[in-house]
Antibody, heavy 116, light 110 residues
Framework: EVQLVESGGGLVQPGGSLRLSCAAS????????MHWVRQAPGKGLVWVSHINGDGTITTYADSVKGRFTISRDSAKNTLYLQMSSLRAEDTAVYYCARGFNYMDVWGKGTTVTVSS | QSALTQPRSVSGSPGQSVTISCTGTSSDVGGYNYVSWYQQHPGKAPKLMIYDVTKRPSGVPDRFSGSKSGNTASLTISGLQAEDEADYYC??????????FGGGTKLTVL
């Protein structure tokens, strides 16, 4: 079964850091581009970041550029999102999703709360 | 990276058809045939319904269809059913490996 499982969310103070993980199974992880998408409470989906299969191409939304870093470990079939200088507005459910020009497999999300 | 524009809400009765629009610019929706649509029920992860403007993934009913004209993409749901009630989001490639979502549309089945 094709599956994505996010982890690593939690409560963090403003200015703090957090690393999210997304464990992939059921498909050849290294063959797929991957995304991070977030959704603030009661709000819509927002694209955050994108990475190609071998990790050599990474892109970011302007709102997180310079603060977030996407990476992947094909040996562990895991996608990461390193988040630093966190702000209250980064509070959201973070989803990982598979795909290049569309997202055909999604995880259930992990919740990040930035608050003092 | 401005969000694509969707109506906040649409509604229809069972059996009717509804269309949800998604308006962008020539730098995103109008510039590429990479528009996708997602259905999200409360508390659930999004589900891909349409990709590459008009294509439907396996398992998605053919009641769901997509189209595009200029800078506006549309999702049409025909033969509305109660289970179609959800939030719907469009997403477009915006060049340089970046993407942008619409603000979302709440579909109510009356």
């Amino acid at each position: 079964e094709v599956q994505l499982v996010e982890s690593g969310g939690g409560l963090v103070q403003p200015g703090g850091s957090l690393r999210l993980s997304c464990a992939a199974s059921g498909f050849t992880f290294s063959s797929y581009w991957m995304h991070w998408v977030r959704q603030a409470p009661g709000k819509g989906l927002v694209w955050v970041s994108h990475i190609n299969g071998d990790g050599t191409i990474t892109t970011y939304a302007d709102s997180v550029k310079g603060r977030f870093t996407i990476s992947r470990d094909s040996a562990k079939n895991t996608l990461y999102l390193q988040m630093s200088s966190l702000r209250a507005e980064d509070t959201a459910v973070y989803y990982c999703a598979r795909g290049f020009n569309y997202m055909d497999v999604w995880g259930k999300g992990t919740t990040v709360t930035v608050s003092s | 990276q401005s969000a694509l524009t969707q109506p906040r809400s649409v509604s229809g009765s069972p059996g009717q058809s509804v269309t949800i629009s998604c308006t962008g610019t020539s730098s995103d929706v109008g510039g590429y045939n990479y528009v996708s649509w997602y259905q999200q029920h409360p508390g659930k992860a999004p589900k891909l319904m349409i990709y590459d403007v008009t294509k439907r993934p396996s398992g998605v009913p053919d009641r769901f269809s997509g189209s595009k004209s200029g800078n506006t993409a549309s999702l049409t749901i025909s033969g509305l059913q109660a289970e179609d009630e959800a939030d719907y989001y469009c997403c477009s490639y915006a060049g340089s490996y970046t993407f942008v979502f619409g603000g979302g549309t709440k579909l109510t089945v009356l």
